[in-house]
């Protein structure tokens, strides 16, 4: 569409004389007006810019059918905003895991770290049996933690304290004890229960020794295929079974289908139909016995 400054007036017709008298004298009389047209031709061109600088802002006019203009989308001063990315979160760094699984070398140096804990007397019997806990060294296992689990277990209702008789006191490094419960790599139990028995524990049982308990470190971490539940009743089995050889207890076997196993029978080689039970009495209260071993 051409601007006001580009249209040009028709050209003229008739007598030219004439026209031209007519010209001039109209340009003679037209003078003043000249001025207002002049002033028109710069509206309109002023115009005419600033229709432009609308098309610059508008991005171009609206393609209408009506002669009159189109309102244009940003005739408006204000500025149409711009979308504010939503922010993504910072993760939350995630913790490394403490491990769970704790390694099982097939054998250690031999030495040991004695657990810096010690108890109250748990049981009733007159005089506690004192012991301390030993942790081989270089080992995944705190001897704080393994002592006080210890503890736990022997202490319990249904654990050997529940006979009047019996009493244990957790001790701490140095102090006066009457036995040391180990616990070792299958290599060094071996050693250990050889040395103390001459039994051939194959790197995979414990034993109980003068002075002691050995405790098999693959035992005290994964269990035995015939002991179903958590890895703390095992070990319950472990100790109990162990401090009940101190006490004189000798292996026993099942009773008979269905009933619980006796905490002095040797659960890791078969339950011949018992039930696995970790404790040396029941719920009710009473010793779990079977038939002696020869």
């Given at each position: 569409m051409q601007s006001a400054r580009q249209r040009k007036p028709a050209p003229p017709t008739g007598n030219a004389a004439a026209s031209h008298r007519r010209r001039r004298?109209?340009?003679?009389?037209?003078?003043?007006?000249?001025?207002?047209?002049?002033?028109?031709?710069a509206t309109l061109a002023a115009a005419g810019l600033l229709g432009?600088?609308?098309?610059?802002?508008?991005?171009?006019?609206?393609?209408?059918?009506?002669?009159?203009?189109?309102?244009?989308?940003?005739?408006?001063?204000?500025?149409?905003?711009?979308?504010?990315?939503?922010?993504?979160?910072?993760?939350?760094?995630?913790?490394t895991p403490t491990p769970t699984k704790i390694d099982v070398p097939s054998t250690g140096d031999g030495t040991f770290v004695t657990a810096r804990a010690g108890g109250a007397k748990v049981g009733r019997g007159p005089r506690p049996l004192r012991y301390v806990v030993k942790v081989e060294t270089g080992l995944d296992i705190?001897?704080?933690?393994?002592a006080r689990e210890i503890a736990a277990i022997?202490?319990?209702?249904?654990?050997?304290?529940?006979?009047?008789?019996?009493?244990?006191?957790?001790?701490?490094?140095g102090e006066p004890h009457d036995l040391t419960v180990s616990i070792a790599t299958p290599g060094t139990a071996d050693a250990l229960c050889w040395a103390g028995i001459h039994q051939n524990t194959r790197g995979e049982y414990n034993c109980e020794i003068p002075g002691g308990v050995v405790v098999?470190?693959?035992?005290?971490?994964?269990?035995?295929?015939?002991?179903?539940g958590p890895i703390h009743d095992y070990r319950a089995l472990i100790i109990n079974h162990e401090m009940g050889h101190f006490l004189d207890y000798t292996h026993m076997t099942c009773a008979g289908p269905?009933?619980?196993?006796?905490?002095?029978?040797?659960?890791?080689?078969?339950?011949?139909?018992?039930?696995?039970?970790a404790w040396p009495y029941d719920r009710n209260g009473d010793f779990v016995s079977g038939p002696h071993v020869p």
């Open positions: 004298s109209s340009h003679r009389r037209r003078r003043p007006r000249r001025r207002g047209r002049n002033l028109l031709v432009s600088a609308a098309f610059f802002l508008g991005g171009g006019r609206s393609d209408a059918s009506s002669d009159e203009p189109q309102p244009r989308k940003v005739a408006h001063a204000t500025p149409t905003p711009s979308r504010t990315p939503t922010p993504t979160p910072t993760p939350t760094p995630t913790p705190s001897p704080g933690q393994a022997l202490g319990a209702p249904r654990g050997w304290t529940h006979n009047p008789a019996y009493a244990f006191q957790l001790v701490s490094a098999n470190l693959k035992r005290w971490v994964e269990g035995s295929p015939t002991f179903g269905g009933r619980l196993a006796p905490v002095m029978m040797q659960q890791i080689k078969g339950l011949r139909g018992c039930v696995a039970n």
